[in-house]
């Protein structure tokens, strides 16, 4: 059957199922659609009851200023981490009660643990980090937007698709069943004929595509739009980890594209690449899915190494520890990330020697991270430390990172790895290494930068009890995992017959409660924060006594970044201006400047795929090829478009900056014993405790 | 001579401001070709280790399957059509006129699409023979590799009518001097890229 | 000789060049030469073509080049090979032991 509407009808949805067949497990499911349509339903609500349609096109939904951008992409991963969060209490309960059972069936638990994985690594972790760096790196580097703004609308709007898509498959039809990574032949048409791979698939390669688009304009604009005098080796270090992230977002990105599309080829067309007869070779899909896979895990935690380095610099009021060495050993991550994708299936069935030889590389890489945390702890040495909220954050990156990487050097021991192969005590470990490491490092770097944009800190006490829950209820949830691992339980069980597990899946279950508040006490933070701007407002622009360029402008940046394009003489080049001179002198003349024009290419694009992906996964012929037509169209169209940029008069720059630099002159600055006070506003008065 | 700002034919310091303004969006470009040069790679991987009795599964092979001199000829344009497009490249950089890129890059896109009706006659006499891709890995892998080729020389085509129709409403505006620049990459990426897969696929299969 | 000339007699080398390779290593299949000499012909003369198209057409040099575009470059065959070479060993392997 495949006529108007393809593959649709009624009975696909989760609310059909609770009917015909009513009982826990279709309740969840059915619930969990019913809140993605309540929150839509609500949210079109809201947005019309104070009639923000229009300022949300205006000043977001066509905007290309990299900022905004940014903001809309740490959106997405923070709804996204909520469906993620809950996604993984729901399973923690089941597992908790699913001796000899559980209340979810096997096929239910088995769609939650594959939108969880793909969620949390594709549209949780990748849209934080790629938001983060969009925000920082034009401001570190002293550029006024990204080298291509309109083409990071569009890397927005395929992530977005992606992200859509997965919603939607919340509540028509079923997602796929075969994991995060999608294995074949188990994923082929053969053993799943329905739409879940599919799903996945569409909502994976405009992710990717988006991603790979973003890597490009990172690399551009580190390379090519650097101000004056800000050589390499006086690049912050988070612009140094986003180089690198970016560069191997450009080249890790292909192969999940390349396997996710053969994988389609195999489905629709009949192919041959992964199928288990005439020729197909389902290890390879392994293969290269891991060739994207490992370096993927890089490329988010790379930004978290940078914003580590910016959070322990600025907070102890101290020159980053042993720079060069970081820098090294961010390119050797980045170079050696590639070559280490074989450690996902040492029980594959290769040799020996194959399996040694990644073996030895994944060892190797635990070298430079290593030298990344003394580096972070010598610099908090003697420093003026304060213990903010990225500060808990790192402390607790500190201690339990480490854990997590020691772990993963067990793993890489090929030996050991036969023995926990697919087991609970690999899920402990990359949730150990990516909450720890990448969640703590975003929410701490959100925490950081948060002033920057919206021009008012956040609150800290609500923020640290967010940052305690976080790592406490990682402990109680994932360290008796790494037990249950050695007792034996394999991963992505739905049931289990043994009851020793039983007390340890409480455990983990009871720290699967504390992570839902610290979500919501994440949430509630930002709430309170918004409610009371006032009091925290910064309008000065520099909260923390910050070392890098970005701090030397008013808080909320304005569109243009950069009254006049600074010119760097020093690392910290911000600090330097501070410790040796004036760093708010007006400059001598203000210029034109020009800025993109906002444009709807991006929303275009983001609907034409969600469009197009949504109909292929449901064999809509005629909406796919309308999709993809309308991408191809687009992007032809905007080729045609003269008018791209607008030019701002040096007269109204000139004013705005004028009056910030007049209120920061008569202004008086805060040393830090006030930084958590309602007196910081943004203007750091020397500090007698800093040593020189 | 002045050092080139980015790769591929600089149009240099008579094209005033054209010249530095290329330099972001011709790199951006080249770090895309190497993405997809990535992309290539694997599927040139994936067609390499299929060439097994078991990624033949029994289905007919090269020696069958592929004429050596409908692949010569599919070659010949494709070098033929880069030199053109190198020409089209040259025409705007010695400031020959709108009509002489055009003109360019009109044949470019003659000889280019004798080159896709050649494969796709191929592509036709492999389906007639029973060897599709789903006939075996091999074959899928075959068709995968030449047939991405296939669609980026296809898009390449398009990508000539959008030039054309620059040049007509807009002229040789700096804007569309950057787009000629990248197309001409984008034109000698695929040539590089058709010497791998005649070597490892046609040449390898039938030597 | 101004630069344009120059410049067109690269493009005309390059494409002269790159047909001589061609028509060496198609020679060396159509006369049938044993297949490990025809496909060491096919090797050495693919790996000149790519060297010649990158120097005539795509201007690619080391003396007159910006650094990050070689870096690139450079880095780019790195992970290319890293990649291929290493899906051919773990494949070749594979394939090896399910004889």
């Known amino acids: 059957m495949s006529g108007l509407f393809g593959h649709l009808d009624w009975t696909v949805t989760p609310f059909a199922a609770a009917i015909a067949d009513p009982g826990t497990n279709t309740f969840v499911a059915a619930g969990a659609a019913g809140l993605v349509v309540l929150g839509a339903v609500a949210l079109l609500g809201f947005l019309t009851w104070f009639r923000l349609w229009g300022p949300l096109w205006r000043d977001w939904l066509t905007s290309a200023d990299h900022k905004k951008i940014g903001v809309m992409y740490c959106v997405i991963g923070i709804v996204m981490l909520a469906r993620g969060v809950a996604e993984g209490a729901v399973m923690r309960a089941h597992q908790a009660m699913a001796l000899n059972g559980g209340p979810l069936s096997a096929e239910h638990f088995a769609e939650l643990f594959s939108t969880h994985g793909t969620i949390m690594i594709l549209f949780v972790a990748a849209p934080l980090v790629i938001g983060l760096i969009n925000i920082v790196v034009p401001l570190q580097i002293g550029a006024r937007d990204m080298a291509f703004p309109v083409m990071n609308q569009v890397s927005l709007g395929l992530t977005a698709a992606g992200a859509a898509l997965l919603m939607i498959s919340l509540v028509i039809g079923r997602f796929e069943t075969g994991g995060w990574s999608a294995y074949p032949p188990y994923t082929g048409r053969v053993f799943s004929p329905g739409e879940g791979p599919d799903y996945w698939i569409w909502s994976v390669v405009p992710a990717g595509i988006g991603s790979m688009l973003s890597g490009i304009n990172f690399a551009v604009t580190i390379y090519k739009c650097r101000a004056p005098g800000m050589t390499y080796m006086r690049m912050p270090l988070f612009t140094w980890t986003a180089l690198c992230a970016a560069i191997m977002l450009v080249y890790a990105m292909p192969p999940v594209t390349v396997s996710s599309l053969m994988l389609a080829l195999d489905r629709y067309a009949g192919f041959h690449f992964f199928t288990n007869d005439l020729g197909g070779n389902m290890m390879n899909y392994a293969n290269i899915f891991w060739m994207f896979g490992h370096p993927e895990v890089y490329i988010l935690v790379l930004p978290a190494y940078g914003v580590w380095s910016e959070v322990s610099a600025t907070f102890s009021a101290k020159t980053l520890y042993g720079y060069p060495s970081l820098v090294i050993a961010t390119m050797a991550i980045a170079v050696i990330a590639f070559t280490v994708w074989l450690h996902h299936f040492f029980t594959m069935g290769q040799s020996a020697s194959v399996n040694i030889a990644f073996g030895i590389a994944t060892m190797i890489i635990a070298v430079p991270t290593g030298v990344k945390v003394y580096d972070w702890m010598a610099t908090l040495w003697r420093g003026r430390i304060r213990m903010t909220v990225p500060m808990v954050y790192l402390t607790g990156f500190f201690i339990l990172f480490v854990i997590g990487g020691l772990t993963g050097v067990i793993l890489a021991n090929p030996t050991i790895d036969y023995q926990v192969h697919n087991t609970l005590f690999l899920v402990a470990h990359f949730h150990n290494v990516l909450i720890p490491g990448v969640l703590f490092a975003m929410l701490a770097g959100i925490h950081y930068w948060f002033p920057k944009v919206f021009g008012f800190r956040l609150h800290e006490t609500w923020g640290k009890r967010a940052a305690w829950l976080w790592i406490v209820g990682f402990c109680v949830t994932f360290l008796p995992l790494y037990a249950l691992g050695l007792m034996g339980m394999p991963r992505r069980s739905s049931s289990f017959a043994d009851p020793a597990f039983v007390p340890l899946q409480l455990v983990a279950g009871a720290g699967a409660v504390i992570i839902l508040l610290a979500l919501a006490a994440t949430l509630v933070c930002y709430g309170v924060s918004i409610r009371q701007r006032g009091t925290l407002a910064v309008p000065f622009g520099d909260p923390w006594d910050g070392r890098t360029l970005e701090w030397a402008m008013p808080a909320p940046a304005p569109e243009w970044n950069f009254a006049v394009i600074p010119a760097v003489a020093a690392r910290d080049a911000f600090w330097a201006e501070k410790t040796g001179g004036d760093p708010y002198v007006a400059p001598e003349r203000y210029e034109d400047i020009e800025l993109p024009r906002p444009t709807a290419l991006g929303l275009v694009i983001c609907v034409a795929t969600t469009a197009a992906g949504f109909a292929l996964t449901w064999h809509i012929w005629w909406l796919a090829l309308s999709g993809l037509v309308g991408i191809g169209l687009a992007v032809m169209v905007r080729a045609f478009a003269t008018q791209t940029t607008r030019v701002l008069p040096a007269a109204e720059v000139a004013v705005h900056h004028g009056r910030w630099l007049e209120a920061v002159h008569t202004a008086r600055g805060i040393t830090r014993d006030a930084e958590d006070s309602p007196a910081n506003r943004g203007l750091a008065a020397p500090d007698t405790e800093v040593t020189p | 001579m002045t050092a080139n700002l980015h790769p591929g034919l600089n149009l240099g310091e008579s094209h005033g401001a054209a010249h530095p303004a290329s330099e972001n969006r011709v790199f951006g470009f080249w770090v895309f070709l190497m993405s997809d040069l990535i992309t290539f790679g694997i599927l040139f991987a994936t067609y390499a280790a299929s060439g097994t009795p078991m990624g033949l599964a029994g289905g007919p092979g090269p020696a069958q399957l592929f004429d050596l001199t409908s692949v010569a000829l599919q070659t010949a344009f494709l070098l033929a059509s880069s030199l053109t497009c190198g020409m089209a490249s040259l025409s705007m950089k010695a400031h020959a006129g709108a009509g002489r890129i055009a003109l360019w890059l009109l044949v470019t896109a003659l000889l280019g699409g004798g080159f896709l009706m050649l494969e796709l006659s191929d592509f036709a006499s492999m389906l007639a023979q029973g060897a599709g891709p789903a006939r075996s890995g091999w074959l899928s892998g075959f068709f995968a590799l030449v047939g991405l080729h296939g669609l980026h020389i296809t898009a390449g085509l398009l990508w000539i009518g959008v030039l054309l129709g620059l040049l007509a409403v807009q002229g040789l505006s700096d804007r569309v001097k950057t787009r000629l620049l990248l197309f001409a990459l984008y034109w000698h990426f695929l040539d590089l890229v058709w010497i791998g897969i005649f070597s490892i696929v046609f040449l390898r299969g039938l030597a | ?99």
């Open chain 3, 1 to 99: 000789m101004t630069e344009i000339d120059r410049d067109r007699g690269r493009y005309l080398i390059g494409a002269g060049l790159s047909a001589l390779l061609t028509i060496l290593a198609f020679a060396a299949v159509a006369l049938g030469l044993s297949r490990g000499v025809a496909l060491g012909i096919i090797g050495v003369t693919a790996v000149a073509q790519v060297i010649v198209q990158l120097r005539c057409f795509l201007h690619i040099d080391f003396s007159r080049q910006k650094r990050e575009d070689l870096q690139l470059i450079l880095f780019s065959l790195l992970l290319l090979a890293i990649m291929a070479g290493g899906t051919l060993w773990i494949l070749a392997n594979l394939a090896q032991r399910m004889m």
